[in-house]
């Protein structure tokens, strides 16, 4: 069973720029981050490891998202515990700024 509370390492890299955090699993920033926004793209991959990469990420950094699935959906659990339908688009951004 792969560990969730630390990022897996097979094809995955950190990288900071600017203040912002980039976790790319191959060729895609699954997760990227700074102090006001989350944006978690599964680049068209809606699989067990893209979703376990972001779980990784929020557990490891502390950002309290979740990514599920429920009947072949994908769900997002917001810092703000508001869980919002993934969509049909291949990006999420969720606000760090809690209301």
């Known amino acids: 069973m792969a560990q969730t509370n630390r990022i897996g390492r097979h094809m995955t890299t950190i990288e900071s720029i600017n203040g912002r955090i980039y976790v ?4 895609t920033d699954v997760v990227q981050f700074d ?11 809606k699989t067990q490891t893209t979703k376990l ?5 929020a557990s ?5 998202f979740g990514v599920y699935q429920k009947n072949y ?3 997002v659990t917001c810092p703000q515990g508001d ?8 990006r999420v951004t969720l606000s760090r700024i809690k209301q």
Do not use: A, E
């Not at 102090?35 to 991959?45: A, E, K, V």
């Not at 990469?53 to 990420?57: D, F, L, P, S, Y």
């Open 24 to 27: 790319r699993y191959w060729d």
């Open 60 to 64: 490891q950094f502390g950002l309290g």
């Open 73 to 75: 959906k994908w769900f």
């Open 83 to 90: 869980v919002i339908p993934w969509g049909s688009g291949r």
């Open 35 to 45: 102090n006001q926004w989350i944006t978690l793209d599964h680049g068209g991959y």
């Open 53 to 57: 990469r972001m779980n990784q990420t």
